[in-house]
């Protein structure tokens, strides 16, 4: 549900330490691996958006109402789906594109948050591959999309409260703040104009002194996510696209042309099919065995007085993740609210839906991490708590392409808590894919990049639980 924020190298670990785990135990049941799709089907948990963010949820368009044929249908009404249509509209125009809600737009991980808005793909984040020039390239490419959402919002009219004064990532040790040095000398030989913060420059700017230090990117930033929402939406509408709300769709027939039915029970038959439902796509039979649904939680306080915020010291409006596995980020907003969100993310077994007990106990540990870090703000009322599932692949990588007997099934998912910016990117390449002009896309890596194998239930859940109680002995000592 960060959709924003990553803790690079601590998070890909926890996940390979599911995937181990999971691994283990199929040695010794494979057969059980093999049934459990047909054993424990996937419902179709859609739990309403309680954060925040939904407040500023845009009127919802009525349901699909009549049977319908198009030439692109886009299953998913958050930011992969509304720039998906965009995006094909603009890039063919002569194509019918209809988007199919399964709740409200953004009802999902694009509305429920935590607003930032990072550079890079969280597997390179603060983490260089063997081809460092072309981490560099993505850097530049995550960057100048942010400046081009900012350019949306204006044409749209809409303010999405997209501020750009950098993103920090803060260190919990001095192991992590060295890493950061190293790191950081290599990207500016590059010339990414990226920076390390000591920790007295890093308590200047967020008023904390709990942290070794900070790694700084001046292109990250913070944005509303639903308003963001409203802008694609707005601007998918514009270019031509219908939007269909309260229309999930129940089942889907592949082939030459796709055939979906819905809840309702209408039809609608289209000879392209964008599967932009992130978290929920393995309940619609695809990429079961390919990203993890983590629900992670989120807290928002009411708004503070100027003499509050001048009193805790966060001189810079960016937000900021500290480097635990189990990340904890923290964002200010336009007027003045502080949200936090992160911790321990839950799994729950076949992707089950929101739990509130679960939700109560996040909440009261998001307290304590909030009083920890702004001791001045304890006893400070939550205005608003909120969990949501996030896609996550074992690797952190994401993945953009096309599948399907026909190559005419369309997807964008892993994203990794970095969705916000690379959401509308993957937008941009879905209909570059879907025109047949993807050449100039495949020279990056998370174009039709293969994700790492996640095994079935019930072997998912024992190591997820595994790995979960591992990091939470061993970090969460220190979490207040």
């Given at each position: 549900?960060?959709?924003?924020?990553?803790?690079?190298?601590?998070?890909?670990?926890?996940?390979?330490?599911?995937?181990?785990?999971?691994?283990?135990?199929?040695?010794?049941?494979?057969?059980?691996?093999?049934?459990?799709?047909?054993l424990?089907?996937?419902?179709?948990?859609?739990?309403?958006?309680?954060?925040y963010?939904?407040?500023?949820?845009p009127?919802?368009?009525?349901?699909?109402?009549?049977?319908?044929?198009?030439?692109?249908?886009?299953?998913?009404?958050?930011?992969?789906?509304?720039?998906?249509?965009?995006?094909?509209?603009?890039?063919?125009?002569?194509?019918s594109v209809a988007?199919?809600?399964?709740?409200g737009?953004?009802?999902?991980?694009?509305?429920?948050?935590?607003?930032m808005v990072?550079?890079?793909?969280?597997?390179?984040?603060?983490n260089?591959?063997?081809?460092?020039?072309?981490?560099?390239?993505?850097?530049?490419?995550?960057?100048?999309?942010?400046?081009?959402?900012?350019?949306?919002?204006?044409?749209?009219?809409?303010?999405?409260?997209?501020?750009?004064?950098?993103?920090?990532?803060?260190?919990?040790?001095?192991?992590?703040?060295?890493a950061?040095?190293?790191?950081?000398?290599?990207?500016?030989s590059?010339?990414?104009?990226v920076?390390?913060?000591?920790?007295?420059?890093?308590?200047?700017?967020?008023g904390?002194?709990?942290?070794?230090?900070?790694?700084?990117?001046?292109?990250?930033?913070?944005?509303?996510?639903?308003?963001?929402?409203?802008?694609?939406?707005?601007?998918?509408e514009?270019?031509?696209a219908?939007?269909?709300?309260?229309?999930?769709v129940?089942?889907?027939?592949?082939?030459?042309?796709?055939?979906l039915?819905?809840?309702?029970?209408?039809?609608?038959?289209?000879?392209?099919?964008?599967?932009?439902?992130?978290?929920?796509?393995?309940?619609?039979?695809?990429?079961?065995?390919?990203?993890?649904p983590?629900?992670?939680?989120?807290?928002?306080?009411?708004?503070?007085?100027?003499?509050?915020?001048?009193?805790?010291?966060?001189q810079?409006?960016?937000?900021?993740?500290?480097?635990?596995?189990?990340?904890?980020?923290?964002?200010?907003?336009e007027?003045?609210?502080?949200?936090?969100?992160g911790g321990?993310p839950?799994?729950?077994?076949?992707?089950?839906?929101?739990?509130?007990?679960?939700?109560?106990?996040?909440?009261?540990?998001?307290?304590?991490?909030l009083?920890?870090?702004?001791?001045?703000?304890?006893g400070?009322?939550?205005?608003?708590?909120?969990?949501?599932?996030?896609?996550?692949?074992?690797?952190a990588?994401?993945?953009?392409?096309?599948?399907?007997?026909?190559?005419?099934?369309?997807?964008?998912?892993?994203?990794?808590?970095?969705?916000?910016?690379?959401?509308?990117?993957?937008?941009?390449?879905?209909?570059?894919?879907?025109?047949g002009r993807?050449?100039?896309?495949?020279?990056?890596?998370?174009?039709?990049?293969?994700?790492?194998?996640v095994?079935?239930?019930?072997f998912?859940?024992?190591?997820?639980?595994?790995?979960?109680?591992?990091?939470?002995?061993?970090?969460g000592?220190?979490?207040?």
């Amino acid at each position: 549900m960060r959709a924003s924020s990553s803790s690079g190298c601590g998070r890909r670990r926890f996940l390979k330490t599911v995937a181990l785990g999971g691994g283990g135990a199929l040695a010794a049941a494979a057969g059980l691996n093999a049934l459990s799709p047909s054993l424990w089907r996937r419902p179709l948990a859609l739990d309403p958006n309680l954060s925040y963010w939904a407040r500023s949820q845009p009127a919802e368009n009525p349901s699909l109402a009549e049977d319908r044929t198009v030439d692109v249908a886009i299953i998913g009404g958050g930011f992969t789906g509304l720039s998906s249509a965009y995006f094909i509209r603009r890039t063919s125009p002569e194509k019918s594109v209809a988007v199919l809600e399964a709740r409200g737009c953004g009802n999902g991980a694009s509305g429920r948050n935590g607003a930032m808005v990072l550079t890079m793909t969280a597997d390179r984040y603060m983490n260089f591959s063997s081809h460092p020039a072309l981490d560099r390239d993505i850097y530049d490419l995550t960057s100048a999309n942010i400046r081009s959402l900012s350019e949306l919002s204006a044409a749209a009219g809409i303010d999405c409260e997209l501020e750009i004064h950098g993103a920090l990532q803060v260190f919990t040790s001095a192991a992590d703040a060295q890493a950061a040095r190293v790191y950081v000398r290599q990207a500016r030989s590059l010339g990414m104009p990226v920076e390390y913060w000591d920790a007295r420059k890093t308590a200047g700017a967020i008023g904390s002194e709990v942290y070794e230090g900070a790694f700084y990117d001046p292109n990250g930033g913070h944005v509303h996510p639903m308003k963001l929402v409203h802008v694609l939406k707005s601007a998918a509408e514009r270019a031509g696209a219908s939007i269909y709300e309260n229309t999930p769709v129940e089942h889907i027939e592949e082939g030459r042309v796709h055939t979906l039915r819905t809840r309702d029970g209408r039809t609608i038959r289209a000879g392209s099919l964008v599967l932009a439902s992130n978290a929920f796509t393995p309940n619609l039979g695809f990429f079961r065995n390919s990203i993890l649904p983590l629900r992670e939680y989120a807290a928002m306080t009411r708004p503070l007085s100027d003499r509050e915020l001048k009193d805790i010291g966060w001189q810079l409006r960016a937000p900021f993740n500290d480097s635990r596995t189990e990340v904890c980020y923290f964002g200010l907003t336009e007027d003045r609210r502080i949200h936090v969100g992160g911790g321990a993310p839950r799994y729950g077994f076949n992707n089950a839906a929101a739990d509130p007990r679960a939700a109560r106990m996040h909440s009261a540990q998001l307290r304590r991490e909030l009083e920890r870090v702004f001791p001045k703000l304890a006893g400070i009322e939550f205005e608003a708590n909120w969990d949501g599932v996030i896609d996550w692949s074992l690797d952190a990588s994401p993945s953009v392409g096309r599948t399907g007997r026909y190559e005419n099934i369309f997807y964008g998912l892993g994203y990794s808590g970095h969705g916000v910016n690379l959401t509308s990117i993957f937008g941009r390449i879905i209909a570059d894919l879907e025109a047949g002009r993807g050449a100039a896309w495949k020279r990056f890596p998370f174009v039709g990049a293969r994700l790492d194998y996640v095994p079935n239930e019930p072997f998912r859940w024992l190591a997820a639980k595994t790995g979960l109680a591992w990091y939470e002995l061993t970090e969460g000592g220190g979490r207040g």
